[in-house]
T-cell receptor, first 113, second 114 residues
Framework: DQQVKQNSPSLSVQEGRISILNCDYTNSMFDYFLWYKKYPAEGPTFLISISSIKDKNEDGRFTVFLNKSAKHLSLHIVPSQPGDSAVYFCAASATDSNYQLIWGAGTKLIIKP | NAGVMQNPRHLVRRRGQEARLRCSPMKGHSHVYWYRQLPEEGLKFMVYLQKENIIDESGMPKERFSAEFPKEGPSILRIQQVVRGDSAAYFC????????????FGDGTRLSIL
């Protein structure tokens, strides 16, 4: 049972345009959501997070939107840069599950010059 | 570099041997998590530890796997009598607390079983 789903295995975006990565979840107990970026042979790097009491969080070029009623979150990157090419993981945690992170399968983002 | 340090980066073992994976959390972090990643999949939670205590090991196989986080020294993930299916990347993360505190990850240990 996949509690966190990233339905797009890959996404190709032109440099300078907006990249939108999507994530859906099924467990209504999740109250904290995170996005990580991962390069091959490296560990995930934390990008941005959002608590369930908010619907938007912004940090530089990265914005995360949370729609609790739809159990959906998205990561917007604008403008997209070549260095953004990586695999992006959505993760979620719940207070009553000791904050263990439940991960999506990842979306490979390719930024085209 | 005050990041999460994992060693070794690569570990090769023959079936039946033991594997020991080490993780030193970020300075000031007392919460350690271990995750496993199989090819083309997301990470899967294994165990959550605080100093000298296992808080949640619900994701860890009941046999052959154990973890510890002693008062002094790194956290250790130990796999006894390894089998081919144990081949994976094992990641350690640490955080300064629970709640709205992101986990920060090491670069992982790639375990290969011959």
């Amino acid at each position: 049972d996949q509690q966190v789903k990233q339905n797009s295995p890959s996404l190709s975006v032109q440099e300078g345009r907006i990249s939108i990565l999507n994530c859906d979840y099924t467990n209504s107990m999740f109250d904290y959501f995170l996005w990580y970026k991962k390069y091959p042979a490296e560990g995930p790097t934390f990008l941005i997070s959002i608590s369930s009491i908010k619907d938007k969080n912004e940090d530089g070029r990265f914005t995360v939107f949370l729609n609790k009623s739809a159990k959906h979150l998205s990561l917007h990157i604008v403008p997209s840069q070549p260095g953004d090419s990586a695999v992006y993981f959505c993760a979620a945690s719940a207070t009553d599950s000791n904050y263990q992170l439940i991960w999506g399968a990842g979306t490979k983002l390719i930024i085209k010059p | 570099n005050a990041g999460v340090m994992q060693n070794p980066r690569h570990l090769v073992r023959r079936r039946g041997q033991e594997a020991r994976l080490r993780c030193s959390p970020m300075k000031g972090h007392s919460h350690v998590y271990w995750y496993r990643q199989l090819p083309e999949e997301g990470l899967k939670f294994m165990v959550y530890l605080q100093k000298e205590n296992i808080i949640d090991e619900s994701g860890m196989p009941k046999e052959r796997f154990s973890a510890e986080f002693p008062k002094e020294g790194p956290s250790i993930l130990r796999i006894q009598q390894v089998v081919r299916g144990d081949s994976a990347a094992y990641f350690c993360a640490s955080s300064s607390g629970t709640g709205d505190q992101p986990q920060h990850f090491g670069d992982g240990t790639r375990l290969s079983i011959l």
